[in-house]
């Protein structure tokens, strides 16, 4: 939503100053500027990246129109699903939460949380290092190791969308430049024409490099910024599970490690102690 307002702003404040400065706007509207714009931007995009990163790119665009799902109350839940699973391991032991970790879908554990068990990135990490805990086999330094690959392979993959996008940004200036260069070209061979009809001529050129450079910084740049920010609010929950399940190796009990789980968070979204120690009480009464 926010997205869709900003281009809002910037269109009424370009187009709508440009009007009141005695412009004309039907001069700014010139299809075949845009055409070889937005042509030689997307097949730059082609040729400059894979399948694997133009599927991501593709993939990520939706997202950058919908609000945060990374909200108090999903962390909440979170931490409310880790203390149930570390209490119960507390409890019954290790073994106890193999069914739990081998089937979460079924498991009446995680089905508590279905915010958390919709995303299945989040659930595989989580069960995967409660697998290895499971397994004894590992201790605490290993599997911290472990986890700080696999949250770098997840945000060197999670950037990618972002860095297609910005590199796609910056090109757009320079083919507003061509787009100008090509107008200027179609004046010079036209120079038998009336003067009035010329000045329209190099009018349209120019709008080439108008539209280029307000098409990087006013749309398609800010869409990389924003790409950025959503992949370190993602990772925030992954760096929850990691210092939890940590500090749960390292002997502390399931009230205290989900306080260090909860001190990782953003502030905007972290809650209150008392918060999440009321939000836990109630999960365990359903």
């Not at 990618?160 to 070209?185: E, N, Q, R, S, Y």
């Amino acid at each position: 939503m926010l997205v869709i307002i900003g281009y809002i702003i910037v269109c009424a404040s370009v187009f709508g100053g440009f009007a009141m400065a005695g412009g004309h706007l039907a001069a700014l509207f010139q299809p075949l500027e845009l055409l070889m714009i937005g042509g030689a931007a997307a097949g730059a995009f082609l040729v400059g990246n894979n399948n694997k990163a133009i599927k991501a790119t593709i993939a990520a665009l939706p997202s950058l129109f919908k609000g945060s799902r990374y909200t108090k109350d999903l962390y909440m839940e979170l931490m409310s699903l880790l203390f149930e699973v570390l209490s119960k391991v507390r409890k019954e032991g290790l073994m106890s939460i193999e069914g739990d970790i081998d089937s979460p879908q079924e498991s009446p554990l995680f089905s508590k949380y279905p915010a958390v068990l919709a995303d299945h990135h989040i659930v595989e990490f989580m069960t995967d290092y409660l697998r290895l805990m499971v397994s004894g086999n590992m201790d605490a330094f290993q599997i911290e190791n472990l986890m700080d690959n696999e949250i770098e392979t997840h945000h060197h993959e999670g950037a990618v969308p972002a860095h297609v996008i910005a590199k796609v940004g910056d090109g757009l200036p320079a083919f507003g430049i061509v787009a100008a260069v090509m107008g200027v070209v179609h004046t010079m061979e036209s120079v038998g024409l009336p003067p009035a009809e010329l000045g329209m001529l190099i009018a349209h050129a120019l709008v080439g490099t108008f539209l280029g450079i307000l098409l990087a910084y006013g749309f398609v740049g800010p869409l990389a910024s924003l790409l950025e920010q959503k992949l370190e609010e993602s990772s925030k929950m992954f760096q929850c599970v990691k210092v939890t399940l940590l500090a749960s190796l390292n002997g502390y009990a399931p009230a205290l490690a989900v306080e260090f789980g909860r001190k990782v968070l953003f502030s905007t979204e972290r809650p209150t102690f008392n918060e999440l120690e009321d939000h836990i009480k109630k999960s365990k009464t359903k």
